[in-house]
């Protein structure tokens, strides 16, 4: 069915929130079906049909929104929308209640990843033994009770995804880059935060993968919004601020010492290194080497002694199970895609690129490189849930339309200018921002079998920043890209972000 947004509900005249409500919805933890209800008191800003979420406590119910927004990407751009569903929850001094607003990457992603997979009221489970064949999602749970205890989530569809809707063709270019992208997020959560009462809220913004730099861009969207003193966290799962920086140029030497802890974890798991091992001994000792003996190495190039080099090459294949005399015939490096297809090439299998714990065959014809990724049916399963829930349990129309991924014409510009010299300071941003917002703080998470955006990344984007260790917090979990796929991760991470909340210092402070 072609899905059609509904009319704008009533409002009140000049109202500052246009909002266009997609269907009202509801849950029951004992699956008794729907239970609308009508808003007994709306802010004169909106009116739109609520429902009480029974999960994930049944015990105290949270109020769900679905909705679009109008949002720019700057001035003089074309309009857009942005869409949301929200989940909140009445309670004593409600205004002063911490919103996390939550967005997956692409670009070009709606959040159904993060919303059925580790943050929504209801998740889906997917099966947890990576070498199944079958990636359907196995049932559903409550969501973290821990977190809707402490905040309201807000998840975002940027605009071209789920619901919402963006210019084509030469208007869209504004939304192709970091900060018009970032502008849109923006104008969503002033819109939220001002038809909910919530403008005194606490807010953490929350972004993976491409979504982390969206995140990190929007410190000064809220900034000129006059939200930014609002801000107590950024959490970045997946993080990629620091991605031109470890990108795997053949010549780019930091990157093949950046890369090695998450390719010892990844040879452990496989049980091709000397056993026992585990991902958090292997990755110590490697990262270990990388810093003391792999990168000096790498960087004298052929002034490396052939004694040393062959040396370092004997201990490269203990850490990564690649054979030493690879590491000779190639200068000591392996590119992560190579070592996709190379790991396991005597049983002619290669791995995910975004979980290396996922496997498939390896054609005849691959030989350095493997097009696709054998984990991708773990992005399809929370895809496809997020449409069953939408058409199952809230009953919106037009569900099949939701654009889980949407596919954007034209580059996306990340910088300001086309320049080989040209900077990305996603980092420096947070620190700029973290100077004059004592209340800001950061939480990185990353899963240790990503191939794209490693534990050494993060490691390395640390160590290379200004940021006090009291106002960051640096966690690995089991599992890829999509960490919380991995059932003890999920609770993890939900228990960790939960902590991170509660350990606000300037909660019930005046700003």
């Known amino acids: 069915m072609k899905f059609t947004p509904p009319q704008p509900f009533g409002r009140k005249k000049k109202s500052p929130l246009r909002l266009s409500v997609l269907t009202g919805i509801a849950l029951s933890a004992a699956s008794a079906g729907p239970l609308p209800t009508l808003a007994a008191a709306p802010p004169a800003e909106r009116v739109l049909i609520d429902a009480r979420v029974s999960q994930p406590d049944p015990a105290h119910p949270v109020r769900a929104e679905l909705g679009l927004v109008p949002v720019s990407a700057g001035a003089d751009s074309s309009p857009a929308t942005a869409g949301y569903l929200s989940y909140s929850r009445k309670v004593a001094r409600s205004a002063e209640r911490p919103v996390i607003f939550a967005f997956n990457g692409g670009p070009g992603a709606s959040a159904a990843y993060l919303h059925m997979g580790l943050l929504g009221p209801v998740l889906a489970h997917v099966p947890q033994d990576p070498a199944s064949r079958d990636a359907r999602p196995g049932g559903s749970g409550p969501g973290p009770a821990k ?7 807000v998840f975002i569809d940027p605009p071209g995804t789920g619901f919402s809707s963006r210019p084509e063709g030469a208007a869209a270019a504004p939304y192709n880059t970091v900060e018009g992208d970032a502008n849109a997020a923006t104008d969503l959560v002033r819109q939220w935060l001002r038809g909910h009462d919530r403008l ?23 900034d000129r919004q006059g939200l930014g003193k609002n801000v107590r966290g ?14 795997q140029r053949p010549d780019n030497v930091v990157t093949y010492a950046v890369s090695l802890p998450t390719l010892a974890a990844i040879a452990c798991y496989h049980g091709m290194v000397k056993a026992p091992c585990t991902p958090e ?5 490697a990262a270990r080497f990388a810093r003391e003996e792999y990168l000096p190495a790498l960087y004298l190039g052929r002034d490396l002694p052939q004694a040393e080099r062959e040396r370092l090459a004997a201990r490269l294949a203990e850490l990564t199970g690649i054979p030493a005399g690879f590491y000779l015939a190639n ?4 590119s992560k895609e190579r070592f996709r297809v190379e790991l396991l090439r005597a049983q002619g299998k290669v791995m995910g690129r975004y979980d290396a714990r996922y496997l498939a065959d390896r054609p005849d014809n691959v030989t350095t490189m493997m097009p696709g990724d054998p984990s991708s049916s773990i992005s399809e399963a929370f895809g496809q849930a997020m449409k069953d829930y939408l058409a199952g ?9 939701y654009k889980v991924i949407a596919r954007f ?19 420096a941003t947070v620190e700029r921002h973290a100077a004059s917002n004592a209340c800001l703080r950061l939480f990185v998470g990353t899963g240790i079998y990503d191939t794209t955006t490693t534990i050494g990344a993060a490691d390395y984007l640390f160590a290379q920043s200004s940021l006090p260790r009291e106002r960051y917090r640096n966690a690995r979990y089991v599992g890829g890209h999509v960490f919380y796929s991995d059932d003890g991760s999920r609770a993890r991470f939900q228990s960790d972000l939960a902590e991170f909340i509660a350990a606000d210092g300037c909660r019930g402070a005046r700003k």
């Open 331 to 334: 200068d000591l490096r392996i």
């Open 200 to 222: 005194g809220a606490p807010v953490y913004i929350l972004g993976e993968s491409y979504g982390t730099i969206r995140a990190v861009a929007m410190l000064d969207a809220l």
């Open 234 to 247: 950024v959490v970045l799962l997946g993080q990629a601020l620091n991605m031109i920086e470890t990108s």
């Open 281 to 285: 001994s292997v990755t110590a000792q």
């Open 409 to 427: 014409e034209g580059s996306w510009s990340y910088g300001a200018e086309d320049s080989p010299f040209a900077d990305w300071p996603f980092m």
């Open 393 to 401: 349990t809230l009953k919106a129309p037009g569900a099949d339309a």
């Open 147 to 153: 977190l809707y205890d402490l905040a309201d989530v």
